[in-house]
């Protein structure tokens, strides 16, 4: 593995860092501390800054109008979207759209593209991503209680999700449900047909995703065969192709969010003095900052190697796990001691670091909690090396 960074990468990683410190830094006072993310207004302007700064949807194909970013690519500049909690959604990079996008391009018909995913990928709309269920799928997928029937030319889909990130706004779904069979399939939808219908809206620790997090409700919703995502009965295979690569880009967007809660505890330690003298020469806090450092650059590691093997065409299963336990518990660590760093500071909104680590608690439990992804590597480490990918 070559660690240089070609130079075209890194110019683009650059431009990002100076556009989220010019023009999205100063906008994060627009959503107040406990909202449900950005209101379709601020979405809809940071997008149209994206877009005028050549940076919209840079990991879609360039036939679909993005910049066709390597995973490696992605590690760059996700890392610095993610510096700003309002990064992401300029760039048009943020879950869940990320990964349909993603999953789109891999699996969608031609007709679907167009349908869907073009206008998602210009940024005029946004999708949600409907599997985790009350008392069913959740961690383990293979608990779905949705339920798809067919009927003639359409599937009647019946069942209720929740902690669906961005349903509330979104202009479609992806749902997934359970066939006849016990076997899974992925489904289309816009959000305004018949039989759709949010309940609530959840109150949830994080605040950083446009629509916030939905329960859902399908009643009798009819969905044309057409627009059944992929094969029929895939959906399990395809939610795999999603997650392993989503999995990773939440690991590099969170991580520029631990560097920039790193940023703010550095500089307050360098200025702040206490019994004579500046906190960062105060052994205990220079410890923590070091720790930091540590704790930085390897989840920086573990995203650039897995990015590299997916990179090479390797599936990355084991190793995608391996980097989401490894980043999300070391980039908690980095803002965890700055908020004890900054003290008082650290606690209110003075500081965006409590804004950060209210955000970035839940990212242990996104995408498969940590005990899940060690449950899933210990299992293929017991069957053997040659089985982990």
């Known amino acids: 593995m070559d660690f240089a960074i070609p130079d075209d990468l890194r110019e683009l990683q650059e431009r990002t860092r100076r556009f989220v410190a010019e023009q999205i830094l100063p906008l994060e006072r627009e959503v107040p501390q406990g909202g449900h993310g950005p209101s379709a207004e601020l979405r809809m302007e940071l997008v149209a800054r994206g877009r005028a700064a050549g940076l919209l949807t840079p990991h879609a194909s360039r036939a679909m109008g993005g910049l066709g970013l390597s995973h490696f690519g992605k590690a760059l500049v996700f890392e610095e979207a993610g510096y700003s909690w309002l990064g992401p959604t300029a760039l048009n990079i943020h879950a869940p759209d990320e990964g349909n ?127 059944v995502l992929g094969e029929v009965g895939q959906g399990f295979r395809y939610a795999q192709v999603r997650l392993a690569p989503a999995r990773l880009t939440h690991c590099m967007r969170w991580l520029g969010q631990a560097r920039r809660a790193h940023d703010e505890a550095l500089a307050y330690a360098r200025q702040r003095e206490a019994f004579g003298k500046p906190l960062a020469e105060h052994e205990g806090v220079g410890f923590m900052l070091a720790d930091n450092d540590i704790d930085l650059q390897t989840a920086r590691l573990h995203i650039w190697h897995t990015a590299w093997l997916l990179d090479r065409g390797e599936r990355g299963g084991f190793e995608s796990s391996r980097a989401k336990v490894a980043c999300s518990e070391a980039e908690w660590r980095v803002v965890d001691r700055c908020v004890q760093i900054l003290g008082g500071q650290g606690v209110t909104a003075e500081k965006p670091v409590m804004r950060i680590f209210m955000d970035m608690r839940a990212f242990r439990i996104y995408d498969g909690p940590s005990e899940v992804h060690r449950w899933s590597m210990a299992r293929k480490l017991v069957r053997g090396g040659g089985e982990r990918a």
């Open 101 to 227: 996008i993603h999953l789109l391009e891999e699996v969608a018909t031609p007709a679907q593209r167009e349908r869907w995913l073009k206008p998602q990928v210009a940024g005029h709309t946004r999708s949600c991503f409907a599997m985790t269920e009350p008392e069913g799928a959740g961690a383990d997928p293979s608990m779905l209680q949705t339920t798809a029937v067919r009927d003639g030319d359409e599937y009647v889909i019946n069942g209720r999700k929740w902690f669906i990130t961005g349903a509330d706004g979104a202009d479609y779904a992806i749902v997934m449900a359970k066939m006849e069979d016990g076997s899974a399939t992925m489904f289309l939808t816009d959000m305004d047909r018949p039989g759709i219908r949010l309940e609530r809206n959840m109150d949830a620790m994080d605040s950083c995703f446009a629509g916030g997090h939905g329960v859902l409700v399908f009643e009798n919703l009819r969905v044309p065969a057409a627009d």
